[in-house]
Nanobody, 124 residues
């Protein structure tokens, strides 16, 4: 059974940085793409970033492009989201996810497995 466990959320000042991690288990991590999504209260779950199985291809939402970086370490079964220049509109619960595909996808219903989420709060 695939399990995803996010960590690294917390409170950070606007303009600051934070790195989220997502540890995966239950199948061959290196064979599948990974994604990050976020959901603010009262809003839909939005795509943030995705990375292909090898890490050679990444894709970002326009709202985070140039500020966030997704990466993965297949030896550690972990995907990361480095978040820089955080803005007041970035706070949300951040989820990592994966599915049965190896290349990047941006729609949440393509993803079969989800973590429990980690909260990001940004103070102004």
């Amino acid at each position: 059974q695939v399990q995803l466990v996010e960590s690294g959320g917390g409170l950070v000042q606007a303009g600051g940085s934070l790195r989220l991690s997502c540890a995966a288990s239950g199948r061959t991590f290196s064979s599948y793409a990974m994604g990050w999504f976020r959901q603010a209260p009262g809003k839909e779950r939005d795509f943030v970033a995705a990375i292909s199985w090898s890490g050679g291809s990444t894709y970002y939402a326009d709202s985070v492009k140039g500020r966030f970086t997704i990466s993965r370490n297949n030896a550690k079964n972990t995907v990361y989201l480095q978040m820089n220049s955080l803005k007041p509109e970035d706070p949300a619960v951040y989820y990592c996810a994966t599915g049965s595909f190896s290349n990047t996808r941006t729609t949440y219903y393509d993803y079969d497995y989800w973590g429990q989420g980690t909260q990001l709060t940004v103070s102004s």
